[in-house]
């Protein structure tokens, strides 16, 4: 049987930080194991600082692992920067085409950039220009056109050379629904049709659970869980109750949810102050009859309450220990690992920039 080797591997990824005299080191990443099988949609997700765009620059080049090693495409990606480069597509949080060219004028000027020759660069730039939809704007300055139209063009503008691996760096950020479900579609259609690799890191978790064949969510620099959604969702047991309170009082909702604790089958996972109480219980409907008048009973002011299917939330909530929306800040200085050995390439303002 002849299997597929995997699009990228990596083993024990670490990446410190230094920033500076007297300041802590960041550590951005501490040993991250990593298999994206290829030809499909990997998502890396997790809230602000947790290590997805650090994970992007190493795979991608644009910054060096302070230990561990990646592979992409079986290449090292320390040993064979430039190996890796012609495997790859790039697209950055930020825009990275001309506002001043036209949309063919950038398509043009990337696949030059990938060394390609004038007569191939203007065909290309034509094809994708088709393919994204984008026929319309190709001879209007990128600077007039939307925010949805300028990011599907970065994406043509990477995929110029027909990388087999293309990374997007949180790709719907500050777009409206439609452009973002536009791009999603884009996305799917990359993956069906060209057979291509999508790294795709995200804080959205929507995005991540309609988008990913697998994906992994990372908090501070490790990997919390990975696997398919469905398969993340149907770790946990029964279904999520969820209690919206109003004005909690912390030392009310904690007595409050004390009898909830002898509810047959009810696991309490997150009590105020945050606004809800959210608990994974097998008898959802039996369970609901007991939670209500316990709460009324301990003066808890509550609005809506619902039971439901565990979503990519209950999961996040169930492996980090606090919702998504919640999570706190990274803070070098409560970890041990904090005063760890320093990497010895400085944080400069260059790394990030888009290839
Ligand atoms: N060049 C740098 N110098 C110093 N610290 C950095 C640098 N780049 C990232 N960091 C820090 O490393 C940690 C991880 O950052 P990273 O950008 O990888 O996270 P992220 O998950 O992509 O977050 P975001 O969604 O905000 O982009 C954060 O604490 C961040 O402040």
């Known amino acids: 049987m ?51 765009s650090t994970t992007t620059k190493i795979l991608t080049t644009l910054s060096t692992p302070t230990s561990g090693t990646a592979r992409v495409g079986g290449r090292d990606v320390v040993a064979d920067p430039a190996g890796v480069r012609a495997l ?12 001043l060219l036209t949309a063919e004028e950038n398509l043009v000027l990337a696949a030059r950039l990938r060394g390609m020759s004038s007569v191939d660069s203007r065909d290309r730039a034509r094809r994708l220009l088709a393919e994204f939809g984008l026929d319309d704007a190709a001879s209007r300055p990128v600077g007039k056109l939307s925010g ?18 293309l990374f997007l760096d949180e790709p719907t950020t500050g777009l409206d629904p439609e452009s973002r479900a536009a791009m999603w579609a884009e996305i799917r259609r990359l993956s069906a049709e060209d057979a291509l690799t999508v790294v795709l890191t995200t804080h959205y978790l ?37 209690v919206e309170l109003f004005e909690p009082d912390a030392d009310a909702v904690r007595a ?32 609901i009859g007991s939670v209500i008048p316990a709460l009324t009973s301990a003066g808890i002011a509550f609005g809506a309450a ?6 990519l939330d209950d999961v996040y909530l169930h492996y980090v220990g ?34």
Not at 88 to 99: N, R
């Open 2 to 52: 002849i299997t597929t080797p995997p699009a990228i591997e990596a083993e024990r990824l670490a990446k410190t930080y230094r920033t500076g005299r007297g300041r802590p080191p960041v550590h951005a990443l501490r040993g991250l194991d990593l298999v994206v099988p290829a030809g499909r949609v990997y998502g890396l997700l997790g809230p602000n600082g947790a290590g997805k």
């Open 206 to 242: 929507e995005e991540a659970d309609r988008l990913a064949d697998e994906l992994m969510i990372i908090d501070r620099g490790r990997e919390v869980v990975s696997g398919s959604a469905a398969a993340l969702k149907s770790t946990l047991n029964g279904d999520t109750l969820r």
């Open 306 to 311: 619902s039971v439901s299917a565990p979503t």
């Open 148 to 165: 949805g139209m300028r990011r599907r063009l970065d994406v043509a503008a990477a995929l110029t050379h027909r990388p087999s691996v």
């Open 322 to 355: 606090h919702t998504f929306a919640a999570a706190p800040p990274t803070d070098d200085s409560a970890d041990p690992d904090a005063s760890g050995p320093e990497t010895s390439e400085p944080a400069s303002p260059s790394e990030g920039a888009a290839a």
């Open 256 to 287: 409050a949810v004390e009898p909830l604790r002898g509810i047959r089958g009810l696991v309490v996972e997150v009590a105020g102050p945050t606004g809800a109480l959210v608990a994974r219980v097998e008898d959802a409907s039996a369970a």
């Open 88 to 99: 790859i597509g790039y697209v950055s949080q930020g825009a990275s085409c001309d506002p």
